[in-house]
């Protein structure tokens, strides 16, 4: 086995999630017929229960487009987008440095 | 937490799949082999992605299988130091927190990261269980069991596959062999540690 790229790409949250609704996963409650594995079912249901699954691409692309402004790192804003912090307190631990 | 990684691996097809088109075969011998389980510094691969070329399909010399070389990529659980994450509370002991997701529950709190200052007391309701309880300005906050909490990662570590070490002969109580290996705890390749120490981190009850 050769890695050739150990990083070719981050995922969101959302973008993850959708992998899985595309191959069927939410439709089918027992996961026999659909094309996800048990385990594969494991992450689906952790990220049915995150914010992910009430986003939809657009308003990632809208988020990110909002922040060129502000200059963030891709971490940072990976972060908010899959923690989607309602506060100011729970954007501290998020931003170094945060005013 | 979910990054691509671009692999290239050769295996060789069973004879009983020749039946299926070549890329559904490959697709499921690639998730028998890498789904579920632990890369090291690449993660825990989740799920795969797709698969970018197929090339070879050789048959080698005393062999009935066709051998292949395919470049794909696989969906890696892998946090990035400094990420934010939400897990449930697994167990709660005097060394710390272990926090699960579901697919991966080798989160551990150490006590040096907890949020400062705290006290513990015994829980009532687990066996050997401590409830850790943080004290700011004269309240008190337990980390109940239903809570859902935010930690940050502090770091990734892969700790490599320990030698099985030998039987022991004159072993002949079995009862102290069976305690001892019911204390020893099942090899985790992937270990993630958290803090909980800074504003806006630990159960999200105690911040909305």
Same mark, same amino acid.
């Given at each position: 086995?050769? $890695? ?7 995922? /969101? ?25 048990? +385990? ?15 986003? /939809? $691409?657009? $308003? ?40 | ?5 671009? $692999? ?37 691969? !989740? +799920? ?20 292949? /070389? ?61 409830? &850790?309880? &943080? ?57 993630? /540690? ?13 911040? !909305?």
């Amino acid at each position: 086995m050769k $890695i050739l790229q150990s990083n070719a790409g981050v995922l /969101t949250n959302y973008e993850v999630l959708a992998l899985f609704r595309s191959r069927g996963a939410g439709k089918d409650p027992t996961c026999v017929i659909a094309a996800v594995a048990p +385990s594969e079912f494991k992450v689906y249901d952790y990220l049915e229960q995150t914010v992910a699954s009430h986003q /939809t $691409i657009e $308003i990632i692309h809208k988020f990110v487009e909002d922040c060129e402004k502000y200059d963030l790192a891709k971490g940072v804003m990976l972060n908010i987008v899959n923690i989607r912090p309602s506060s100011a307190v729970e954007i501290d631990p998020l931003i170094q440095d945060c005013d | 937490m979910f990054v691509m990684s671009e $692999i290239e691996h050769t295996l060789r097809l069973p004879p009983h799949l020749l039946n299926l088109p070549l890329n559904v075969a490959i697709k499921g011998e690639l998730e028998s082999l890498f789904l579920d389980k632990v890369i090291d510094k690449l993660g825990l691969c !989740v +799920s795969v992605y797709d698969i970018l070329s197929i090339d070879g399909g050789f048959i080698f010399p005393g062999d009935g299988a066709s051998t292949y /070389t395919a470049r794909f990529r696989l969906v890696m659980f892998r946090p990035y130091v400094g990420e934010v994450i939400s897990a449930r509370l697994k167990e709660s002991t005097k060394n710390g927190l272990r926090l699960s997701l579901g697919f991966f529950g080798d989160i551990y709190v150490l006590v040096p990261l907890m949020p400062n200052p705290y006290h513990t007391e015994p829980d009532p309701e687990h066996k050997n269980g401590i409830k &850790w309880v &943080w004290e700011y300005m004269g309240e008190n906050y337990p980390i109940d069991w239903t809570d859902e909490i935010r930690f940050r990662v502090h770091s990734v570590s892969y700790p490599p596959i320990p030698i099985e070490q030998g039987i022991d002969s004159e072993q002949n109580d079995s009862e102290e062999k069976d305690l001892r290996q019911k204390d020893l705890k099942p090899f985790a390749p992937m270990v993630i /540690t958290g803090s909980l120490d800074a504003d806006g981190l630990g159960p999200t009850a105690w911040w !909305v």
